[in-house]
């Protein structure tokens, strides 16, 4: 899974303490990790693992799965045994479900310590993550800030979810456990931003990003790009997911897009299109859309050029491994040099068939 990527803006990312989910590495100087999170109904068995196995061709580093009661924890040990990818389980409150779960092979338990309850139960579910090397991820958001926090601070605010994260970050070390990363989210992107930026400067653990209910694809997307992308730059984030009302294989995509743009990971085809115009000598939407569905099954990074006309078509096509320029006649072009002229309707079988090529001489 950790294959095929680059480091961009590495040089100026913030230095976590690395934890294991599984065979993932989380932190450090690993990938930034992506996640998703199933939303079938856990005990549905066959339909989660469906959805997890979807999550993971897509590119998915790691998987959550909630789990709310303890006929859904049954479920989730055999979910495990059916897939590879590390799984997240993701528990509120009910401290035996999350010794049930750690018994039953989850790679991570997201559980906030402050909501478990009487200590011996933090100390038991501590002792559990302990014994099997499992991490513990503390999930703060914004829509379920302490009571108390919401009345001192008037309304969710930066300041209340760091807050509220450091408390559940004060018990992990009392207990001296120091093998967990932080998310803090909000669907305000502005507030998210503000909120993580405190917090990689208070603690050393692995941030996990993401902006909460984001909304539809289109939407969440941008907002997720947005602020996502405003915290990558700074070097802060080290796994995240993107929240959509959307099928999660799409935040998977999502999640990719994100981190490609900025150079961090790379993954499958990189699609370079222009927007078209009037000068445009075939259908470069059309063919684009195409292309995308045809090598969707790629995961080797790269780059492919699809433009309109000779405006800008030499220049992209040049710098892509495989590029085709619209013109009289279309030209084909393979790691930048003219490789034969293509019909209009031959056009997406000779992008595939080059494309398919390259990767096969790679190995
Ligand atoms: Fe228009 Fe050509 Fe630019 Fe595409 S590359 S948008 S067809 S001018």
């Avoid at 989910?21 to 100087?29: I, L, S």
């Avoid at 580093?61 to 924890?73: L, Y």
């Avoid at 902006?211 to 080290?238: C, R």
Wanted: include cysteine; hydrophobic fraction near 45%.
């Amino acid at each position: 899974a950790q294959a095929g990527w680059v480091r961009g803006l590495g040089a100026v990312r913030r230095r976590s303490r690395p934890i294991r989910v599984g065979r993932v590495t989380v932190g450090g100087d690993a990938p930034v990790a992506v996640q998703s999170m199933t939303n079938t109904d856990t005990c549905d068995v066959a339909a989660t693992v469906a959805q997890v196995r979807a999550l993971e061709a897509a590119g998915a580093d790691i998987v959550r799965i909630s789990v709310p009661s303890m006929e859904a924890a049954e479920a989730f040990g055999r979910i495990r045994r059916e897939v590879e990818v590390p799984l997240v389980a993701d528990i509120h409150f009910d401290y035996r479900i999350a010794l049930r779960v750690a018994e039953l092979g989850a790679d991570c338990l997201r559980i906030n310590p402050g909501n478990i309850g009487r200590e011996e139960r933090v100390r038991a579910v501590i002792a559990a993550a302990r014994e099997r090397g499992i991490p513990i991820r503390i999930g703060v958001n914004a829509g379920s800030l302490e009571k108390e926090l919401l009345a001192r601070y008037g309304e969710p605010t930066a300041e209340a979810l760091v807050e509220s994260a450091l408390r559940h970050v004060a018990i992990l070390e009392r207990h001296d456990f120091p093998d967990f990363k932080v998310s803090l989210k909000a669907s305000d992107v502005p507030m998210t931003v503000a909120a993580y930026r405190m917090l990689a400067r208070r603690i050393e653990q692995p941030l996990h990003l993401g902006i909460t209910e984001a909304g539809g694809l289109l939407p969440g997307a941008v907002k997720s790009a947005v602020g996502l992308g405003m915290l990558l730059a700074e070097g802060i984030g080290d796994t995240l997911r993107v929240s959509l009302a959307a099928d999660p294989v799409e935040e998977v995509r999502v999640g990719y897009e994100i981190l490609k743009s900025l150079g961090l990971r790379a993954r499958g085809v990189n699609l370079i299109a222009c927007p078209t115009c009037s000068r445009q000598r075939f259908d470069v939407i059309g063919v684009t859309r195409e292309l995308e569905r045809r090598l969707a099954d790629v995961r080797e990074p790269i780059d492919v050029a699809v433009i309109g006309c000779v405006v800008n078509g030499p220049g992209e096509a040049r710098i892509a491994e495989v590029g085709v320029t619209g013109g009289e006649p279309n030209l084909l072009y393979v790691q930048g040099r003219p490789a034969g002229k293509v019909d209009d309707e031959a056009l997406v079988d000779a992008v595939e068939r080059a494309v398919r090529e390259r990767l096969a001489r790679r190995g």
